[in-house]
């Protein structure tokens, strides 16, 4: 992408950014998203190890990780009568803040019980943080270049899976399983003094009066009151739905089925991640000139074969997942970025915030939601051996067809982008 220098009408005055200082930006909103996303990932293929070391079950592991998404939709749903409210950049650096706090208190849980609060913490404060990335962009990049915008950020899932998880699950093997959480302490404070230097100020969005807080209430219920938004929710909950049937038992099921040692899956992400490095790039490009609904549906509907694949998985060597998961990554996680950079275009530019915290909870429910569903179908063996996961892969397919067919109903305030 060619960013121009040219200051957005969003933005507040004297926050124009050079081109050099946009893709900066642009770099540190995707770190910040690295360290959520390596936060919420790094659970799954941990799984294994806190099995043995708290001495629960997939479906124990599954519950943490949907207290974080509970706690998260919970999170973002509350900032939606606050987001709006505050200069983008401060309420972006307190909540990450928090979020780094989070994960001190996971690495330091003494037990699972502690861990799980934890996590329902971690939720609290980093459910903030992606809505926040999205409407920093949606201030500041026009809508014909937010696709390629949101793919340099969706890079994020890629990084995390690249260069996050492994060296987690490598940290974990050798030093336990606390240490990801101790790494990722180090990695948020120095993403944060980053922000704080190079993000602007946005102030914009705000409008010449602050909402009285009588009115906050009554325009939270007000989002969910017009068809536009309404749509846009639905298509969020099922996509992130489908996906977490399958991803939150991927490490166990490699443990538990193929016989993988829990290190060996440091290398089936990292093969993932690699992939989605360029993918989420070039999807972004092409949602720019194709059109974001055009290449969500592509996407969706390829994304069905992999999914099955995974939750059917004949028995393969290393090698052999490695060369099939980056398949899964690519398009599965390729997903949300003509969706994400669809969402951006619903709502009016004052509500944006609003709309985003909004559907960031619901998205988080919808992991949640998807996570505990997955759980419930699973039983393991004495052996270790999981079964029912193709059950999960065919409820995600089917769902995922579904997104298919509605996402032609989603259109926002704001033109989408003419069809190549």
């Known amino acids: 992408m060619k960013p121009v220098p040219s200051p957005s009408p969003d933005m507040s005055a004297g926050a124009a950014l050079t081109p050099a200082r946009e893709r900066a930006m642009l770099w540190l909103l995707a770190l910040t998203q690295f360290t959520v996303i390596m936060d919420f990932m790094v659970m799954m293929p941990l799984a294994p190890q806190l099995m043995q070391a708290f001495h629960i079950g997939p479906a124990a592991v599954s519950g943490a990780v949907s207290a974080y998404a509970w ?28 979020f780094t706090l989070s994960n001190l208190a996971c690495a330091l849980a003494p037990n699972f019980h502690v861990l799980l609060w934890s996590r329902a913490f971690a939720g609290l404060t980093g ?6 990335v999205m409407a920093i962009i949606g201030d500041v990049i026009p809508s014909e270049r937010r696709g390629a915008a949101t793919g340099i950020v969706m890079t994020s899932f ?5 260069g996050g998880v492994p060296i987690g699950v490598v940290l974990a093997a050798h030093f336990g399983w606390a240490s990801p959480f101790f790494l990722l302490v180090v990695l948020s404070l120095l993403v944060w003094l980053g922000a704080a230097r190079v993000l602007p100020s946005l102030t914009a969005h705000m409008g010449a009066a602050a ?13 969910f009151r017009e068809r536009r938004h309404l749509k846009a929710f639905s298509l969020s909950i099922v996509n992130m739905t489908a996906g977490m049937l399958v991803i939150p038992f991927i490490s166990p099921v490699l443990v538990g089925n193929m016989g993988l040692a829990p290190a060996d899956v440091t290398w089936v992400y990292l093969a993932g991640g690699c992939a989605t490095i360029f993918t989420a790039r070039l999807i972004g490009r092409w949602a720019d000139r194709a059109g974001k609904q055009q290449v969500y549906r592509w996407v969706s509907l390829l994304s069905i074969a992999p999914l099955l694949f995974m939750t059917h998985l004949p028995q393969l060597p290393l090698l052999g997942l490695m060369l099939a998961f980056p398949f899964f990554m ?10 994400q950079a669809l969402l951006t275009t619903i709502p009016e530019t004052h509500k944006r915030g609003a709309f985003l915290s909004a559907n960031s909870a619901l998205q988080s429910f919808g992991s949640g939601l998807g996570a505990w569903l997955g759980g419930l179908t699973l039983q393991t063996d004495a052996a270790g051996h999981i079964s029912g996961y193709g059950i999960n892969g065919w409820l995600a397919a089917g769902l995922s067809l579904w997104t298919v067919w509605w996402v032609a109903r989603v259109r926002g305030a704001a033109p989408q982008g003419a069809p190549a």
């Open 330 to 339: 690519a398009l599965v996680s390729g997903r949300m970025v003509p969706l």
């Open 127 to 132: 459910g903030v943080l992606g809505a926040m």
């Open 158 to 162: 890629a990084m995390a899976a690249v």
């Open 211 to 223: 909402t009285p807080l009588r009115q906050v209430l009554p325009n939270l219920l007000a989002l």
């Open 71 to 98: 706690c998260a939709g919970l999170s973002g749903l509350l900032a939606a009568t606050y987001i709006d409210r505050f200069d983008r950049k401060k309420l972006l650096l307190t909540m990450f803040c928090l």
